[in-house]
């Protein structure tokens, strides 16, 4: 009891201090909350003093919030129309909701603001949906000036099948606190809670005193200042954290907790690592441990050294990986079963791509609902470059004997057999369905992101993405600003090609159509007597060899093109073209045949839904389609032969 | 006897019959590469004049294979439909084979016994039979199904708790196990069923079923031995093939053919090994019913028919009418499939 106080002092001594010291964000938003949890109940019960500042420079006459935890209230709301109770996979239960209501709100001059209280509904006018409220203030906020609000709630977690929620003992506790909209351009931009979206909200400072029973142990966003034991048999843990734009928590009494120093000289990193393991999955600890780490030395090589003094890994436990897969600032949630064999790395991709968040939505912040690909799409790639550095690029995902696929071959998986239904930018509720978002904001706009790559080059790329970071941290950049950025550091000018990879949901493919070499025939017949000087540049009859190669445009996108044209005797020829027509030919009269042709001989344009008809030869193998063929058989064979024995 | 012994002179009789065993292999091969063709023209259209095809011929590569199933999704969907009709003949066709496999091994016959006639013939002979009695396995798979349900219900109360992920793991393998297990019983004792339906030329199909699950039963821990011995036997032939398809790189036409070439090796044995199957268990069956028969004189002769006169009274009386039938080519008496060859000319 003595230590803790004496914990508490230091740390509120320090707490000042550090965040006088080094503010990174401009802090708009701070929380002081108390929750307690009642593991019986499913129930939290809370208490928040939230300070708002009025960055803009025109009066402010109400606030929103968003109360996502009634997303789960009934089965009307936004998120269950739009998602059908279903979420990546994993249903809800039919017979347990979620919600979260306010008891009271008031100013911090006692001014009962309830009566100004009720639900809106800007994206959609869903009647059913409570998840976005609004309080109407008495006095407006002017520019420049802070509004503390004390807001008294209680909550009824779901079981978990969509981020937040119970199973079990088990409490994930994500979007469970009235959180503030954001204001920007004069106008909030405070969504409801929809299916295919995450998260937007400002920077600030947080400090929340969490009460559990003693046996469970928390995982919490931020630094833990202290450790209370009281005398109901429960623990109040104190965490604190600046510079984030939200807060996260996790409890189980089966946690098992691990601590890891991770330093890196360069750029300087010095963070603990911080694993909440269920006990089911002790065998699997090692697998986070080492994607953690790859983690934090490759988003810190890359684009800048990861800042805070924390990171939490929570691992959920059994039955809960609806919660599995979720960033939140400065925590995130793995997922792992506990047989799950070493060559399916889905632990470390998870743990890599959600860790990576903490750069892409933690720390440059963009608006998920409106703009997704620019947290989940700029991770994507940079998921596809951490698993390719650290497992090879060809098994990061599956490496099995004889089965091995890499990160960049699923991400093209989902964009090549797609529908042309949206484009990458949409607002994420707009888009024609859960597939239609993810292989666009994920996959469609990384496999775009890798092609800028080929084309910018590897080193400028670079120079890309960390200017992006460096200036964009800590604020709420969009599209525009990606590509002024991209624009910038480059010398190029990419309207041509951002109108097109995500405006535009056409897709890109390039083929070698046609592809002839025929020895050139004697003139048969009459000919005037002027012609035979004008003939003389069309090849030696019998001698020579004409060959057309037929380049065709078969996507919708225009990209310049490379062609490779190869001859008999090793002769190869370079072409280009501006990819503008539907098609174009190359003739070439030469004393030897055309062996092949290929577009894109470079194979920079990652985001070709075809590879294979990006080359064309004029006597093919037959081996290795005989080696399929045969090898299908063989395989259909002992198959068969199951059924005999 | 014992089980070694009908092990042995099973692989005895099943050497003794290299037709039967090829036309197996013909059989499954023929059904394989019509599914298989399923996919060559798709492929070819793909693949056929593209450079990528020179990436396939260096290694397997299995990303290049996905980008050509996403890229034509309905070529993945012609492939399993072609597959599954192939499974489905085969299924449909498998009575024939077991009708021919069981002729071929019957004593009586001459030397047509290890010729195509004696495999075709006994397969048209025993078709409907053996295919009602896989009709009539309903009887058998229903309960099966429930016991299979039962045992999994039992399994799952060990396993209440949802953080015991690791044990709830390991039961869904010992469910896969009691499956496995459930599933060869009955088909153990549909075996022993076409064997008596063979051996007696019985066309009281169900009552051939009810003998045999009383036989399999009755002496399951011998059955099911005999059964796994042969089954162990095929294990390292298919578990061959995988790991050389797996780890023998086939990186030029000669090792391509060779792969092609060990696989069809492979097949024959397996084929091999179900004759061989089909034949100990005959031996096995025969056994029992000599030592129930002190006094036969045969196991596969008229004698013995005329023991099992008060079963079968409709069989004998048509058999007797029918001068040519099999049975007056009475065997020597005690010997099954495997010595009946050693007394062959």
């Known amino acids: 009891m003595k230590r803790g106080w004496i914990f508490v002092i230091v740390a509120v001594l320090a707490g000042p201090i550090s965040s006088a010291a080094a503010s990174m964000s401009d802090r708009i938003v701070g929380y002081d909350i108390r929750v307690k949890l009642d593991p019986e109940g499913k129930r939290l019960e809370g208490r928040e003093v939230m300070s708002w500042r009025n960055a803009s420079d025109a009066l402010v006459t109400t606030l929103p919030f968003h109360l996502y935890l009634n997303a789960f209230k009934n089965n009307r709301t936004t998120f269950m129309r739009e998602s059908g109770g279903e979420h990546r996979g994993f249903r809800r239960d039919a017979s347990d909701w979620g919600w979260i209501d306010i008891r009271s709100i008031r100013t911090r001059d006692g001014e009962d603001l309830s009566s100004s209280w009720g639900y809106v509904r800007p994206d959609d006018g869903n009647p059913d949906d409570e998840t976005v409220a609004e309080v109407r203030l008495s006095r407006p906020v002017p520019p420049g000036e802070t509004i503390e609000l004390e807001v008294e709630f209680e909550a009824k977690l779901p079981k978990v099948f969509a981020r937040a929620g119970f199973a079990g003992d088990f409490f994930m506790l994500g979007q469970w606190f009235p959180k503030i909209g954001v204001l920007q351009d004069g106008v909030w931009n405070c969504h409801q809670y929809h299916a295919n979206s995450e998260f937007f909200a400002d920077f600030g400072s947080f400090r929340v005193e969490i009460t559990v029973p003693s046996k469970f142990v928390v995982g919490a966003t931020g630094r833990r200042v202290s450790s209370k034991p009281n005398d109901d048999g429960t623990t109040t843990y104190t965490h604190v954290q600046e510079d984030v734009h939200d807060f996260a928590w996790a409890a189980c009494p089966d946690f098992v907790e691990f601590r890891e120093k991770f330093v890196l000289d360069s750029p300087p990193v010095d963070t603990e690592m911080i694993f909440l393991v269920h006990r089911s999955h002790l065998r699997q600890k090692e697998r986070y441990f080492r994607s953690l780490r790859q983690g934090l030395e490759f988003y810190s090589q890359s684009y800048g050294p990861y800042p805070y003094e924390t990171i939490t890994l929570i691992d959920p436990a059994p039955g809960a990986m609806g919660a599995g897969g979720m960033e939140y600032p400065t925590l995130f949630t793995s997922m792992t079963m506990s047989y799950l064999p070493g060559c399916l790395r889905l632990p470390e991709m998870v743990t890599i791509h959600e860790f990576g968040h903490g750069y892409w939505y933690g720390m440059v912040a963009s608006n998920e609902f409106e703009e997704a690909w620019l947290d989940e799409g700029i991770n994507s790639y940079s998921e596809v470059k951490a698993m390719a550095r650290y497992y090879g690029a060809d098994r990061s995902m599956i490496d099995l004997p004889g089965l091995k696929m890499g990160d960049l071959t699923m991400q093209r998986l989902s964009v090549v057999g797609s529908g042309r239904f949206d484009p990458v930018v949409r607002k994420s509720w707009e888009f024609v369905g859960g597939g239609s978002y993810a292989l666009n904001v994920y996959s469609k706009a990384a496999l775009a992101l890798l092609t800028l790559e080929k084309i910018l080059g590897e080193e400028v790329m670079a120079g890309v993405m960390k200017t992006y970071f460096e200036r964009w941290k800590f604020r709420h950049p969009r599209s525009e600003d990606f590509i002024r950025v991209a624009e910038e550091v480059s010398g190029r000018e990419l309207d041509g090609f951002f109108d097109q990879t995500l405006r535009s949901p056409d897709k890109l493919d390039y083929a070698i159509s046609g592809l002839t070499s025929e020895k050139v025939e004697a003139l048969e017949g009459r000919l005037g007597m002027d012609a035979a000087a004008a003939r003389a540049g069309e090849g030696k009859a019998g001698l020579d060899y004409r060959s057309e190669v037929v380049v065709w445009r078969a996507g919708e996108w225009v990209f310049p093109q490379e062609i490779e044209v190869v001859f008999a005797d090793g002769m190869k020829v370079r072409e280009t073209w501006d990819g503008r027509d539907r098609w174009r030919k190359f003739v070439y009269l030469k004393p030897v045949r055309l062996v092949s042709a290929t577009v894109d001989p470079d194979g920079k344009y990652i985001l070709d839904v075809n590879w294979a008809n990006n080359s064309r030869r004029l006597d093919p193998p037959k081996a290795p389609l005989r080696k399929y063929t045969l090898g299908l058989a063989g395989w259909f064979q002992h198959l068969l032969s199951l059924i005999q024995l | ?345």
């Open chain 2, 1 to 345: 006897m014992t089980i070694g012994k009908c092990y042995g002179r099973g692989f005895k009789a099943a050497a003794a019959r290299p037709v039967v065993v090829v036309l197996l292999w013909l059989f499954n091969l023929i059904l394989a590469a019509v599914a298989a063709d399923a996919l060559a023209s798709p492929l070819d259209a793909y693949f056929g004049r593209s450079l990528t095809l020179d990436g396939l011929m260096a290694s397997f590569d299995f990303n290049t294979l996905q980008e050509f199933l996403a890229a034509d999704t309905a070529v993945a969907g012609d492939v399993a439909r072609a597959f599954l009709l192939a499974v489905i003949a085969y299924l449909l066709a498998w009575p024939f084979f077991q009708g021919g496999i069981l002729n071929s091994l019957l004593p009586g016959t001459g030397r047509t016994e290890r010729k195509a006639a004696s495999f075709f013939g006994g397969g048209g002979r025993f078709y409907g039979r053996f295919f009602r009695l896989e009709v009539l396995s309903l009887v058998l798979w229903i309960p099966a199904g429930f016991l299979f349900l039962f045992l999994s219900l039992l399994l799952d109360f060990t396993a209440t708790n949802p953080n015991a992920e690791y044990l709830r793991f390991l039961l869904v393998i010992a469910k896969i196990g009691i499956a496995l297990l459930i599933y060869n019983v009955v088909r153990m004792i549909l075996d022993y069923a076409r064997i008596g339906i063979a051996v007696y030329d019985t066309r009281r199909v169900f009552e051939g079923l009810l003998d045999a699950t009383r036989f399999v039963l009755g002496r399951l821990g011998r059955t099911f031995a005999l059964f796994y011995l042969f089954a162990l036997t095929a294990l390292p032939f298919l578990a061959g093939y995988v790991a050389l398809r797996l780890h023998f790189p086939q990186t030029t036409a000669g090792r391509v053919a060779v792969v092609f070439f060990l696989g069809q090796v492979s097949i024959l044995v397996r084929g091999l090994i179900r004759v061989a199957c089909q034949a100990g268990q005959m031996e096995f069956l025969r056994s029992f019913e000599a030592a129930q028969d002190p006094g036969g004189k045969g196991d596969h002769g008229l004698e013995e028919v005329e023991n099992r006169a008060d079963r079968y009274p409709e069989e004998l009386e048509r058999q007797e009418k029918e001068p040519n039938n099999r049975i007056e080519e009475k065997g020597e008496q005690g010997q099954g499939p495997a010595d009946h060859e050693q007394n062959e000319p």
